[in-house]
DNA sequence: CGGTATCCCATTTGATACTG
DNA sequence: CAGTATCAAATGGGATACCG
């Protein structure tokens, strides 16, 4: 599509900034600590106009930010500010997806571990106030107050869905 | 691009798979229980022809399992696979980052509650073996057994980057 | 209903060349 | 180094028509 679309739902909102799979990918080198131009274009692959697109769309939207590290201003770094890095949990969540799915055990090309064990983590979870894990029956979807007929209708029709069952 | 790479980790082999933002919508579309082609086609404003692209893609890759639920065979439905409700980990994910950093506190067209307590769930979270939800912080990325020289070239890349800080 | 086939147009892409 | 400019070629897009 690459065409924005207008649905409220900040799936679709998100999916207007990360439909194209270069900006995931761009981010996913800022984690593993890349800063500049040339890295980027280089560890990815991608047409340097490309990549001048899509930092610049990056940094409008607030999740890079561009700073001038050049002696007499010829070089720049890239860097996630809080919102860029907040992705890092849709990313291992996508990671996590195809290691499990995609690449299978034991053939994982890149794994999450914890810092102090070792130890491969393999889940993720939404979690509850009090901090606890909450297994993805107990999580429902609700329309929230900023949501339009359209998305009104969306549940109304799922509700009625699941009755029929 | 659209074009396949062929990098090994699962991030960019997933990327290749959801690409395509209509991907994306589908499959948001089945968490909220819509099964017929129809439905999806209305409720996404997709073109008909691309619909059946995605979906086919989609029950190639065991995402979508395709059921003929007509009398005189000519209605299907499709429902996700186990691999595809897995899905619902990044979908989240991508959800709650839209919620806090695009739409906003208060502005949410979609919110997760907890199905008892009917509390808003906003976190995700990394689990330990034990069940703890573990901070960012603590989690590290390292090479996996199916990685490739690209990849530990890059592990050892953002080592040496973090040393010189 | 659930598609397939065809057509044409707009966009995207990557290569190359160029620049401060 | 970090881009911008240009451009031909490929691709993706929607609309329409058609089919079992």
Redesign the pocket.
Same mark, same amino acid.
């Given at each position: 599509?690459?065409?924005t679309h207008n649905q409220p739902c900040a799936i679709a909102q998100a999916l207007n900034i990360f439909g194209?799979n270069?900006t995931w990918l761009i981010i996913r080198e800022a984690f593993y600590g890349v800063s =500049?131009? !040339?890295?980027f274009q280089r560890n990815i692959g991608?047409?340097?106009?490309?990549?001048?697109?899509r930092?610049?769309t990056l940094v409008e939207q607030g999740i890079f930010e561009?700073k001038n590290?050049?002696e007499n201003g010829? =070089?720049? !770094?890239?860097h996630l500010t809080p919102k860029g890095a907040a992705l890092r949990t849709p990313l291992f969540a996508i990671l996590l997806w195809g290691n499990e799915y995609i690449s299978g055990d034991g053939n994982e090309a890149v794994l999450l571990t914890e810092r102090n064990t070792g130890r491969q983590l393999t889940t993720m979870s939404l979690v509850s106030e009090s901090g606890e894990p909450i297994e993805p029956n107990d999580v429902r979807a609700i329309a929230g107050p900023g949501a339009n007929q359209e998305i009104l209708d969306k549940f109304e029709n799922a509700r009625n869905l699941k009755k029929q069952k």
């Open positions: 599509m690459t065409q194209d270069w =500049r131009f !040339s890295e991608i047409a340097k106009n490309l990549l001048s697109n930092l610049s561009k590290v050049g010829t =070089r720049y !770094s890239y």
